[in-house]
């Protein structure tokens, strides 16, 4: 059959686009009846669960879940109960603070025996009455006539270096001790009489080396904040008698010397840090402060024991109190 040209035309478009139909791919083809649904999102088909046989095998009918990554070696795993993961962060090292309480620091330096850092400071303030009336000698009280009877005040300093620690007992060392009190009171004039406008002074300036003796084992190794003390030594001290024209003078011989004898002392201390160990934690990492203390001391210094007879008995025997630091 002829076609004319408009049919063969025709034709010829139906067949090109039926071509081009069979080259398209199947996957845009729908199979079956029902609406179609292009760009609505089909639900994920539950993956089958592993059945496991007597035997032990794995019915392979599902995806399996990613392993689990292995461990790194070194890395330690936290203890979910361990406290201190729930405390404000820092950026301090970190450290087991009840076991630093408990030792005085770290592991390391509660069973060290020998801790050459090891300081202890003190500020003292307390009373003195020197014993000058005491002096052989004296045929009056020369001290109560001039300067009457009430205790004088006393400010001194102590700094003791502690390098043996027996455990669960306490630490060891030398100390060295300085302090100063002064008198005063009206001089006497030729008639006898005292000055109410010219004063006469006597300035002493105590000094002791002693081996002192802490008992903070209970401490470092029981968290237990008292510590006895005592303290035993070489003491002595400068002294010298002021008058309105300088440094006083008897029979020719200026009033000052230096008076020897013993020092020894008997003392409690109470350990601040367990009011509040977190400020007590963060003392030390900043400052190197172990621990804070305030404490109470007798002592005695039994100065004029030993030495040249024109040395005055300028010791006492007294209560003093302060604040110690502990290094």
Known sequence: MKLNPTDHARWSSLLWAAGVLALVDPAFAHDGEGPHDHGVDKEAPTPAPYVVEAGGSVEDDGPRPPPKPAPVEGAVSADPSDEDLHERPSNLPREDWRRSQRRGGTEEEGDAWFDPAHFYFELRFGTYQPQVDDTPGLTSNVYERF????PLFHFGLELDWLPLYIPWVGSLGPGLGWGFSEATGGAFTAAGTQSDTVETSLTMFPFHASAVFRIDGLLREASIPIVPYGKFGFGWALWEIDSPSGTAEVDGVMAKGTSYGLHYALGGALALNGFDRTAAI?????????????FAEWYNQDLGLFG????LYVGTSSAVFGLALEF
């Open 308 to 311: 040249p007879e024109d040395q």
């Open 147 to 150: 300067f009457g009877t009430s």
């Open 282 to 294: 963060h003392m030390r990492e900043e400052t190197g402060i172990r621990y804070a203390y305030v």
